[in-house]
């Protein structure tokens, strides 16, 4: 049951032929060049690439929030349409609403959905206890650190029940102990659910530690230039990022991702 | 994991005299003993020119039991209110949606702004003498004034809070499967609504000040008409409490648009500044 091959009838969500030109006054930025990447259903597909590659614009793409110039994004085979709650974001700067307290953000999809009132209740409660957010539904975002408005951002996400999350650098703002402790929130929170998510980051550390397979793009344009399986049976996930990053197996991968990376940066 | 501010558990009970409480009533009592000094001390100003503040309170209990001019000092007062109340009330009730229109709709903001700009210059008090031509010495002309004066801050406070909203908030939303309705009324609003009451603060004030102005050259009721009467009389007290009523109704019409704003705003506590 074990499938090696990425494209074909089992992806959950197809990237093809994506390319991306913006238009500027300074001119077209060739943002993305013919862009494919076939998630699967379950898995957990890691990002990386030289800053400015055009990571985000490929998620914004995938998420229905930008069009692209070129190619297509398929969801179980059928064009995936607008944004929605079947691909839902989270953000770098957390984006939560402010106005709104913890519960209510995490409650927002499902009102707009329509989903009734004691359904709703029900649903963010279990969001809030699993995401270790209970003792704070009642807070305002700007009362909250930036570790915990990050987790309400997930829950936020979470709770509609996307059929795949997507993840732009969601750690990229928190300080280096903060990140540490979500990383191993989203291990946990991707073994015990087996989301299909894709994860954009700048660190190939958490790139191997939280992936199923590394995709490393180019500089811009961005290109796929490379895709990496981590292996299954490793396991690192089950560990906590210090153990696992003291792995063998694991400074290996790190360092030739490191390695096509580093070419990428120096080409530009 | 980092320290977080616990959520507010209660209600914050009042807080003892703050130190800037304290220094502004220090402050006020110290005019309030210059300008006594200057009356008491002879050979400074002549009470003619400046009755002392015993004057004053004496005139205010006189104004405020007798008629003067048409009215009490009330009926001056609850007749400018009305004109005031009138004025702002159409002008945000027009001027807010405007500016979430121009701010949400871009196109729209070509064909508005150039008109919108060239009817800003005119000074409200221009629009005196048109405005009694249309409506006589009425309510209208006063509140026409009170919403010419005020409208302009409405509008453009409104269109800039809207379109300083982040637009990843707008992105979430939509992620969330949110359509424009529920991203204006959920997202924008809320977020957009301390520049907004920033907007209707600056309104309420351009209207106090214009209403009074418009006052003194037309009607018969009013704060600015009972100044007017006052240097008709030549009676100093009279204006002075006239004008002292009309400082201070201004000044208590923010505090309560300031509470409001905090009553309805509990997630945003620190008030924007508003640019005058
Ligand atoms: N809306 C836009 N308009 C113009 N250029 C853009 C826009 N969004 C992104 N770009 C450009 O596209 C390139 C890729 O950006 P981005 O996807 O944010 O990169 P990354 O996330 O990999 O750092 C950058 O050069 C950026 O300046
Ligand atoms: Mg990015």
């Not at chain 1, 796929?224 to 694991?250: H, Q, T, V």
């Not at chain 2, 026409?144 to 992105?171: H, K, W």
């Amino acid at each position: 049951m074990t499938t090696t091959k990425a494209h074909g009838p089992t992806a959950k969500m197809d990237i093809r032929g994506v390319s991306k030109t913006f238009d500027t006054r300074a001119g077209a930025v060739h943002a993305l060049d013919r862009c494919d990447l076939a998630i699967r259903e379950g898995e957990f597909v890691v990002v990386v690439g030289p800053s400015g590659c055009g990571k985000s614009t490929l998620m914004m793409i995938a998420a229905g929030l930008e069009a692209p110039s070129t190619g297509q994004i398929l969801v179980d085979g059928k064009p995936a349409g607008p944004a929605g709650p079947q691909r839902t974001v989270v953000f770098q700067r957390f984006a939560l609403f402010p106005s709104e307290t913890v519960a209510q953000n995490i409650a927002f999809g499902l009102r707009v959905a329509g989903v009734d009132r004691a359904e709703r209740a029900r649903r963010v409660t279990e969001q809030l206890e699993f995401m270790r957010l209970s003792q704070f539904r009642d807070a305002y975002p700007h009362e909250l650190s930036g570790g915990m408005q990050q987790r309400v951002a997930i829950a936020r996400a979470l709770v509609v029940r996307p059929e795949i999350l997507l993840m732009d650098e969601p750690f990229g703002a928190l300080d280096a102990q903060t990140r540490t402790v979500l990383q191993e929130e989203v291990a946990r929170l991707s073994r015990e659910m087996n989301y299909t998510v894709m994860f954009i980051t700048h660190s190939v550390e958490e790139a191997v530690y939280l992936g199923d397979r590394v995709v490393v793009m180019s500089s811009r344009p961005g290109r796929i230039k490379k895709e990496i399986a981590i292996p299954r049976d490793a396991g690192w996930r089950r560990l906590d990022i210090e153990e696992a990053s003291s792995e063998p197996g694991f400074i290996e991968l790190k360092r030739e991702i490191w390695a096509l990376i580093r070419t990428e940066i120096v080409r530009q | 994991m980092t320290t977080i501010a616990a959520p507010m558990a209660s209600r914050p009970r009042r807080a003892p005299l703050s130190p800037p409480l304290v220094y502004g009533a220090a402050a006020i009592a110290f005019l309030l003993v210059l300008w006594f000094a200057a009356t008491a001390i002879p050979g400074v100003v002549s009470n003619k020119v400046l009755p002392s503040p015993f004057d004053v309170v004496e005139r205010f209990a006189t104004l405020a039991a007798d008629t003067f001019s048409g009215s009490t000092l009330f009926g001056h007062a609850a007749a400018s209110l009305t004109r005031w109340l009138i004025g702002v009330t159409v002008a945000v009730g027009l001027g807010v949606p405007l500016g979430v229109l121009l701010a949400w709709l871009p196109p729209l903001r070509p064909a508005v702004t150039p008109v919108f700009e060239l009817f800003r210059y005119i000074p409200p008090f221009a629009w005196v003498p048109i405005a009694v031509l249309w409506y006589g010495a009425s309510t209208t002309t006063q509140a026409m004034i009170v919403f010419i004066a005020a409208f302009p801050a409405c509008v453009i406070n409104t269109q800039l809070g809207v379109a300083q909203v982040d637009s990843i908030l707008l992105r979430a939303a939509k992620t969330l499967g949110a359509g424009a309705a529920t991203t204006l009324s959920r997202v924008v609003l809320p977020v957009a609504a301390p520049a907004i009451f920033t907007g209707i603060r600056i309104a309420f004030s351009n209207g106090w000040m214009a209403l009074v102005g418009a006052e003194l050259v037309v009607g018969k009721q009013g704060l600015g008409f009972l100044i007017s009467q006052g240097q008709i009389n030549d009676s100093v007290s009279t204006i002075l409490v006239g004008m002292i009523t009309i400082g201070a109704l201004g000044a208590l019409i923010d505090v309560v648009l300031q509470r409001v704003q905090r009553l309805l705003l509990p997630w945003k506590s620190a008030t924007t500044r508003p640019v005058a």
